[in-house]
């Protein structure tokens, strides 16, 4: 990464706004993503018992999360993400163990009493806050979890079978059927709400605004949004009055994501780049840099807005990046790209120590097993977000601020990717470790001829040569 400037290695945060914190506002933040239960665990607690494969409680709560923010502010992250607050399935054990999770709902007006009580999350929101971060809460209103086809509807919100669509399986292949068919199998079912109703509109309206407004929410994530009528959302996320970014889970598919942003949800999870940038850069793989620039090329002419987009490299859904690449260099390039480039950066919990789960249930492991070590890769993640941090605030009064300043693609080759946005110019490479010195990538800069760049990582100076170009070895 380069600048024509050099920059100040200052501790730069963004004030929090007592007002709902909009799209805009998004724009400049950094997300950490946690699953609440596997963060932290209580003073004396014994770090050894939590087994990911037994996918049952490991302890942690809303208050082992607000003792132990240092380690997510100290990485520079301006935003938290936590698993959802709603109560969870309160009865037997399910042959995919318990909700420690978060997304298996029974009673949406009730918290979940694992992670804590009322006055445990308003505790933490208050500290966040305190910390000049935002708090984004996962919300899930596509189902509740149920263990058969014909459960007692008494136990959820909307307490009547008239509320929800009639049982069949989902083909994926049919958009029809992913918005009114049941997700999960017979030995979780998920009873999927018919959110074309008045009285779920209604009613999930009126609890989402009480649950923002109660706990000084800042952002919602939505699981599971295509599963759910699009005229659903404009209403619910009206209600709340925060952003609003849903999971369209796919693949390379940029028109199937981006129809669900601008008119139906303010942002959705990238999913087409996370693909692309795993083709891209994991090691083995194609190290496919089409991948990365068709799905840029795409993303501008189909996203109503790119500067909102969710980046990010792992989730509690997909294996982790070390699981599937045997070269940490890969994952460094790949969070640059990330950071650097249009979009919110994301973090999920973990990814700071390497962790190598690959698949749920296996990449839901206990942090605490690290001891929250500073290792390399937390390291790099405040440098980049120390940067990242930075351009946003020197950049947020001038005409056309680095947030929102289009990615441009000034090079690429069969070893990476040059690209820039705003001053800074990025230049990423899959060659992994060790450097190589017989490959090069030469950049055609905007900058003139013996212009001194600074490598804001290194704090070396890289001088551009004649007919505009930067060369550089492909380490």
């Given at each position: 990464?380069?600048?024509p400037l050099?920059?100040?290695l200052?501790?730069?945060f963004?004030f929090?706004?007592?007002?709902?914190a909009?799209?805009?506002?998004?724009?400049?933040?950094s997300?950490?993503?946690?699953i609440v239960?596997?963060?932290a665990?209580?003073s004396?607690s014994d770090l050894?018992?939590?087994?990911?494969?037994e996918?049952?409680w490991?302890?942690g709560?809303?208050?082992?999360l607000r003792e132990?923010l240092?380690h997510?502010?100290?990485?520079?992250?301006?935003?938290?993400?936590i698993s959802p607050?709603?109560q969870n399935?309160?009865?037997k054990?399910t042959?995919y163990?318990d909700p420690?999770h978060g997304?298996?709902i029974q009673?949406?007006?009730?918290?979940?009493?694992r992670?804590g009580?009322?006055?445990d999350?308003?505790?933490?929101?208050?500290?966040i806050?305190?910390r000049d971060m935002y708090?984004?809460v996962?919300v899930?209103?596509?189902?509740?979890?149920?263990?058969?086809?014909?459960p007692?509807?008494?136990?959820y919100m909307f307490?009547?079978?008239?509320?929800y669509h009639?049982?069949c399986?989902v083909d994926?292949?049919?958009?029809?059927?992913?918005?009114?068919?049941w997700?999960g199998?017979?030995n979780?079912t998920?009873?999927?709400?018919d959110?074309t109703?008045?009285?779920v509109?209604?009613?999930?309206?009126?609890?989402i605004s009480?649950?923002?407004?109660?706990?000084?929410?800042d952002?919602?994530r939505?699981?599971?949004?295509k599963?759910?009528d699009?005229?659903?959302?404009p209403?619910?996320?009206?209600?709340?009055?925060?952003f609003c970014?849903?999971?369209?889970?796919?693949?390379l598919?940029v028109?199937?994501?981006?129809?669900?942003?601008?008119?139906?949800?303010d942002s959705v999870?990238?999913?087409p780049?996370?693909?692309?940038?795993t083709?891209?850069?994991?090691?083995?793989?194609?190290?496919n840099i089409?991948?990365?620039?068709?799905t840029l090329s795409?993303?501008k002419?189909?996203?109503?807005?790119?500067?909102v987009?969710?980046?990010f490299l792992?989730?509690q859904?997909?294996p982790?990046?070390?699981a599937?690449?045997?070269?940490v260099?890969?994952?460094?390039?790949?969070?640059?790209f990330n950071?650097m480039s249009?979009g919110?950066?994301?973090c999920?919990?973990g990814?700071?120590?390497g962790?190598?789960?690959?698949?749920?249930p296996l990449n839901?492991?206990p942090l605490?097993?690290s001891?929250?070590?500073?290792?390399?890769?937390?390291?790099?993640i405040?440098?980049?977000?120390?940067?990242?941090?930075?351009?946003?605030n020197?950049t947020?009064?001038i005409?056309?601020?680095?947030t929102t300043?289009?990615?441009q693609?000034?090079?690429?080759?069969?070893?990476?990717i040059a690209?820039?946005?705003?001053?800074?110019?990025?230049?990423l490479t899959n060659i992994?470790?060790?450097?190589q010195?017989?490959?090069?990538?030469a950049v055609?800069?905007?900058y003139?001829?013996?212009?001194?760049?600074?490598n804001v990582l290194t704090?070396e100076?890289w001088?551009?040569?004649s007919?505009?170009?930067?060369k550089?070895?492909?380490?």
């Open positions: 990464m380069f600048t050099l920059w100040s200052l501790a730069t963004l929090y706004d007592a007002q709902a909009s799209a805009a506002q998004w724009r400049g933040r997300i950490y993503q946690v239960d596997r963060y665990l209580p004396g050894t018992l939590c087994d990911p494969s996918q049952t490991c302890g709560t809303w208050n082992t132990n240092d997510i502010q100290n990485a520079g992250f301006t935003a938290v993400w607050v709603q399935w309160q009865g054990r042959p163990g420690y997304y298996w009673d949406s007006t009730q918290l979940n009493e992670f009580t009322a006055d999350l308003m505790a933490l929101s208050e500290e806050h305190r708090l984004m996962d899930v209103v596509n189902d509740v979890m149920a263990l058969s086809t014909d007692d509807y008494s136990i307490k009547d079978s008239s509320y009639s049982y399986p994926y292949s049919n958009t029809t059927s992913e918005q009114i068919c997700l199998d017979f979780v998920l009873p999927d709400l959110t109703n008045p009285t509109i209604s009613g999930y309206s009126s609890w009480e649950l923002v407004s109660t706990y000084r929410i952002g919602l939505i699981d599971a949004a599963h759910v699009p005229a659903f959302w209403a619910f996320c009206g209600a709340a009055d925060v970014i849903g999971e369209v889970f796919g693949g598919d028109e199937d994501c981006a129809e669900w942003q601008g008119d139906v949800l999870l990238n999913y780049m996370y693909t692309a940038l083709q891209a850069f994991q090691i083995p793989g194609p190290l089409s991948a990365l620039t068709d795409q993303s002419q189909l996203y109503k807005d790119t500067t987009l969710g980046n792992e989730n859904d997909l982790r990046w070390a599937g690449s045997v070269d260099q890969t994952l460094y390039n790949a969070m640059t950071f249009d919110i950066p994301i999920y919990y990814q700071e120590m962790f190598r789960g690959a698949g749920d839901r492991e605490w097993t001891n929250y070590t500073i290792t390399p890769t937390y390291q790099f405040q440098q980049l977000n120390q940067f990242r941090n930075y351009l946003v020197s947020a009064n005409s056309t601020p680095w300043a289009e990615t693609v000034l090079t690429t080759s069969q070893y990476g690209f820039m946005k705003g001053d800074v110019i990025t230049i992994g470790s060790p450097p010195n017989n490959t090069h990538i055609q800069t905007p003139e001829r013996n212009t001194a760049l600074t704090c100076q001088v551009v040569g007919q505009a170009l930067l550089c070895n492909t380490l």
